[in-house]
């Protein structure tokens, strides 16, 4: 990709391993819910572990309280394992409750913050208010979500870029999250997102760039056929 940079999202670390030292991978995320669904308990041993494998190649961990107070002791904590994490405090708390003044001192402190789980462009704009040029944070857009709702969320980012790009703030990120296929990585690439986030099952996918499309076709019928005669269908 020219301009978009793939970042895996998960919590296997054996995927960390695996893709750590290819070039093509150039950062990593994480979530409370990705790391439920790879059975971590132990938080503080998950990121000294991760941290490990990932080099010096930059990774957010996700803080897991609902209270603003508890979240900012939970992010202080996480930014000092390492300089390369960027830590994720949601855009709001489980009640709506707006968590840009926690993100606004913790950026003041010179914390590296990636805001997590936005869809409207209300939330993007109340973000780009507090925002300046010292400040080094992804915005994380939870493009598929949007995409999900019938939305197009393509000419959201291209605003978003333009507004991000008027206003100077050289240390911004955008983030394409919860991307649905590995087309999205094509997309993000040609609007000139900064980043996308995607799982190792849609990166595994990037060899099929430039795949014959009759092949892929028998290649189908092929599979069709197989579990037919696995399963020995009749009719």
Known sequence: MENVDIYLDGADLSDVSKLASQDHIKGFTS??????????????DFIIK?????????????VVSD???KMEKEARKISSYAKN????????NSKGESSLNLVKKLLNDGL??????????????NILEILSSKDDVIISYFAGR???????????????KEKILKKNLIKTKILWASPREVFNIY???????????????????????????????RETVQ???????????EI
């Open 223 to 233: 599979m069709f056929l197989n579990d037919a005669i696995q399963s020995k269908l």
């Open 146 to 160: 949007v995409a999900d709702t019938g939305i197009d969320p393509v000419p959201i980012l291209i605003d978003l």
């Open 50 to 62: 991760f941290l490990s494998l990932c080099g010096n190649k930059p990774v957010s961990f996700e």
């Open 31 to 44: 979530n409370p819910s990705l790391m439920h669904k790879s059975n971590i308990n132990n938080y503080n």
């Open 187 to 217: 997309q993000a690439d040609k609007i000139n997102v900064d980043i996308i986030t995607v799982t190792k099952s849609l990166i595994d996918k990037l060899n099929l760039k430039d795949k014959n499309l009759d092949e892929y076709s």
């Open 112 to 125: 590296k913050i990636n805001i997590t789980a936005i869809l409207s462009s209300k939330q993007l704009n």
């Open 67 to 69: 209270n603003f107070e």
């Open 85 to 92: 994490i960027y830590v994720k405090i949601p855009i709001t």
